[in-house]
């Protein structure tokens, strides 16, 4: 006889362990991811958001009182330029200058202070009398031997704009006005102002259309052999007009 088999249970399936469990559920995408990454920061940054605006809100209801305003309060000082050779520009002037730029004293100093003035280097001090040998034997050659009123004095003024030696100039090769003057405001087309404590004055194009005052070349000339390039501030007066370009400018160059 063999022995009865062990008795074998049919009803329902067998229990699972509930650690063995299994989730049918896939594993989250990288887009998913980043994206629960960036509502978490969203979340954050409103969380942190708020707290500031109520903090905010707190500091705005006890508003710190203002300091109360002197009743002599101090002007301020003002800044004192230094100005080179002092005596030998008009007193009147003193307090519109803003700013002096001095240049070497080798003959060229007239052309190196106009360079400076063009935001130019010293050195371009050739191209500025490049410029105003053009100027002068240009299309207005004609006017500018009327104003000169001399031939002598006309070569004189055009062999000192050519002169290319290598050194010092010579007293004869140096910057004049005013005919030089009338050359620079003409090719430049802004106003030129030299002051001196001999005379001071006032040079515009003789002709075109008057340049704007902002667009303004200040020199002065002291111990009658030395230029210097000025800043003027704003506002500031001028002297005189020449009263050649009154006599020789053109009708479309007034004011």
């Not at 002007?75 to 307090?95: A, E, F, L, N, R």
């Not at 004869?172 to 087309?189: E, I, P, V, Y």
Request: glycine share 4%.
């Amino acid at each position: 006889m063999r022995p009865l088999p062990n008795k074998v249970t049919t009803k329902g399936a067998p229990r699972k362990d509930k650690q063995n469990i299994l989730s049918t559920r896939c594993s989250p995408s990288l887009w998913e991811i980043v994206d629960s990454q960036e509502q978490e920061t969203q979340s954050s940054q409103k969380k942190s958001t708020g707290t500031s605006r109520n903090s905010a809100r707190k500091s705005n209801m006890s508003p710190t009182p203002p300091k109360p305003i002197p009743k002599n309060p101090k002007k301020p000082t003002p800044v004192k330029v230094h100005i080179p050779h002092k005596d030998q520009i008009p007193i009147w002037m003193h307090d519109f200058i803003k700013k002096v730029r001095d240049v070497p004293g080798d003959g060229y100093c007239g052309f190196r202070a106009v360079a400076v003035l063009r935001n130019l280097i010293v050195d371009n001090h050739q191209l500025i009398r490049y410029n105003l040998y053009k100027g002068l034997v240009g299309v207005e050659n004609a006017r500018y031997l009327r104003m000169i009123n001399d031939d002598r004095r006309y070569k004189e003024v055009s062999d000192a704009l050519s002169y290319g030696d290598i050194g010092n100039a010579p007293r004869d090769k140096w910057m004049t006005m005013s005919d030089m003057g009338f050359l620079l405001a003409q090719k430049f087309n802004q106003t030129v102002v030299v002051l001196s404590i001999g005379k001071s004055e006032t040079y515009f194009p003789l002709c075109g259309p008057p340049p704007s005052i902002d667009l303004l070349m200040c020199l002065a000339y002291v111990n009658d052999n030395h230029f210097m390039a000025l800043d003027l501030k704003d506002d500031c007066p001028i002297p005189p007009t020449s009263a050649l370009w009154r006599r020789y400018h053109r009708e479309d160059a007034d004011t």
